[in-house]
Nanobody, 123 residues
Framework: QVRLVESGGGLVQAGASLRLSCAAS????????MGWLRQAPGKEREFVAA????????DYADSVKGRFTISRDNGEKRVYLQMNSLKYEDTAVYYC????????????????WGQGTQVTVSS
C-alpha cells in the first residue's frame, strides 16, 4: 500500500512559479511510474506529466510543455512538479498518482492517488 501526500499549491498571479511536491510512504517507491494530473472545476481530470521509475523518461501534456518539469528523488520518495509561467487556465486541483508494474505510465488509471493540492492562478 502506497500513501501519497501532495503539497506546495497556493494562490499566485499569472506568470509566477510554484513547485508541487508529492511525498510517498509505503511500498517500493522506485518501482512505481509516477504522474501528475489535474482537475479544474466542472472538467474531467486530465493528464499533466509523467515520469518513469528511473526518472530517465518524462512526458507532458501539450498545454504545459516547456513550462512544467516533472522530476523525482527516489531516495527521498518524492516526485515534484515545477510549474513556471503559470496561466489562469492552470487553475485546478493537482493530484499525483503511482502506477505499479509499469516502467512509464501516461494514463489516468493510477493505482494510488494523493488527496490533491489546489493551485489557483489569478489573471
Amino acid at each position: 500500500q502506497v500513501r501519497l501526500v501532495e503539497s506546495g499549491g497556493g494562490l499566485v498571479q499569472a506568470g509566477a512559479s510554484l513547485r508541487l511536491s508529492c511525498a510517498a510512504s509505503g511500498g517500493t517507491f522506485s518501482s512505481y511510474a509516477m504522474g501528475w494530473l489535474r482537475q479544474a472545476p466542472g472538467k474531467e481530470r486530465e493528464f499533466v506529466a509523467a515520469i518513469s521509475w528511473s526518472g530517465s523518461s518524462t512526458d507532458y501534456a501539450d498545454s504545459v510543455k516547456g513550462r512544467f518539469t516533472i522530476s523525482r528523488d527516489n531516495g527521498e520518495k518524492r516526485v515534484y512538479l515545477q510549474m513556471n509561467s503559470l496561466k489562469y487556465e492552470d487553475t485546478a486541483v493537482y493530484y499525483c498518482g503511482a502506477k505499479s508494474g509499469y516502467y512509464f505510465y501516461r494514463g489516468d488509471s493510477y493505482d494510488y492517488w494523493g488527496q490533491g493540492t489546489q493551485v489557483t492562478v489569478s489573471s
